[in-house]
């Protein structure tokens, strides 16, 4: 897509109120469509890649940026458009990038469209780079690794928030002046837990607010399994099961939709005895409801029984219970879509484990700091230019 596409900048109001527009003007306006550089997962802009030290967050992007450089399948799974990609790998020197790119395209060579550098002067120089590059590959997909190779300290009456804001918001304005294209940012994650994935990233809130998406991944030393968290602006919120064997990050399902309706599976029937994760699969697999007779008649049970296991997995927002005497899965499985649960405070019943039902979807407010004006002091900071 070309960036004659896009609407041109508008001239600089010469009254404060010149910037305002109304429905009507929005209205007929035309825009060109989102651009992804992952379908579902990717999308232009600028977001951050979060996990722990030495998870595979390297080969997580360094996977993506292959799949891109050469057209194939994201993840395994997800087919994509082929576009240039520049990975700043300033963790990682020549030998390694031969090995672990050999590695994950199988021996059949490196894509030609895949670039990187592996070291800069300062942190500067990073941007300067990134920038220069995005001039010359319109459309293309920048994976900077790690932000702490750039995050400088605050500075004199800075906050670490104001500090964290400014630099994603520098990172994102790089993004913003290249429509089409998306920057990729990987972060460490901190040690402290949390019911919101969001707040895993290092750092204060700043960075996320200012970023258009946020991934986070997770996956327990020495498993294969693995979940990959999403949300953003324009980015669908949900997660998706995963796997990561000998460095190749892949999805479990077939497509984004069936391996996110796996890690609602896994993450419903987590600490659920074998009777109670059999009822729960099988309501997920009928959309249309089943009744407490029916789920009798699968597990040879009284009616009431069925009635009871039913109940406590709708109290504990696993299910729905669309009408009475009938139970369903939540639709937003079917589709894709996370589902937000409740934390469970009814009675436990007798042979029904009790389970840790995870909570998501918190929306925090942001703060609205002019991230302008960050920006600015920003490029004071580090490219040492006047504002």
């Avoid at 019911?195 to 294969?224: C, H, K, P, Q």
């Avoid at 008649?297 to 009284?302: A, K, N, S």
């Avoid at 609205?368 to 230019?385: F, P």
């Amino acid at each position: 897509m070309s960036t004659q596409d896009y609407p041109r900048p508008a001239p600089r109001p010469t009254s404060p109120l010149d910037k305002i527009h109304n429905g009507a003007w929005l209205d007929v306006q035309k825009f060109p469509p989102l651009q992804w550089a992952v379908p579902g997962l990717i999308a232009e802009g600028m977001g951050f890649v979060i996990g722990p030290p030495k998870l595979g967050k390297s080969w997580f992007v360094l996977g993506i940026g292959l799949a891109v450089a050469s057209g194939g399948k994201a993840l395994g799974k997800i087919p994509v458009q082929a576009r240039p990609v520049l990975y700043a790998a300033l963790e990682d020197g020549n030998r390694r990038m031969q090995s672990r790119a050999r590695s994950l395209t199988g021996g059949e060579g490196i894509p030609e469209r895949f670039e990187y550098f592996t070291s800069a002067v300062d942190p500067a120089d990073v941007y300067q780079t990134i920038e220069a590059w995005l001039n010359t590959h319109e459309g293309g997909l920048v994976m900077l690794d790690t932000l702490g190779k750039v995050l400088h300290s605050a500075g004199p009456g800075q906050s670490a928030y104001e500090r964290d804001y400014a630099v994603g918001a520098y990172l994102k304005a790089i993004a913003d002046r290249h429509p089409g294209s998306a920057l990729l940012v990987v972060h460490h994650s901190r040690k402290m837990g949390s019911s919101d994935f969001m707040d895993a990233t290092s750092g204060t809130n700043g960075l996320n607010g200012a970023a258009d998406y946020t991934i986070v991944l997770e996956r327990s030393r020495g498993d294969n399994g693995a979940l990959i968290k999403v949300t953003g602006r324009d980015v669908t919120e949900n997660e998706y099961a995963a796997n990561m064997a000998e460095g190749s990050w892949y999805l479990t399902g077939d497509d984004l939709a069936e391996s996110a309706s796996m890690a609602q599976t896994e993450r419903a029937t987590k600490s659920l005895g074998d009777d109670a994760a059999t009822v729960y699969e099988y309501v997920a697999a009928h959309s249309e409801g089943v009744s407490p007779s029916q789920v009798a008649t699968l597990m040879g049970w009284p009616n009431d029984k069925a009635g009871k296991y039913l109940k406590r997995l709708f109290e504990q927002g696993r299910i729905t219970n669309p009408a009475r005497g009938q139970y369903a899965p939540y639709s937003s499985v079917q589709s894709g879509k996370s589902v937000q649960t409740t934390t469970d405070t009814s009675p436990q019943l007798d042979a029904l484990d009790t389970l840790d039902t995870p909570i998501q979807g918190k929306q925090d407010g942001r703060d609205q700091t002019d991230y302008l004006a960050q920006g600015r002091r920003l490029r004071e900071q580090v490219l040492g230019e006047t504002a």
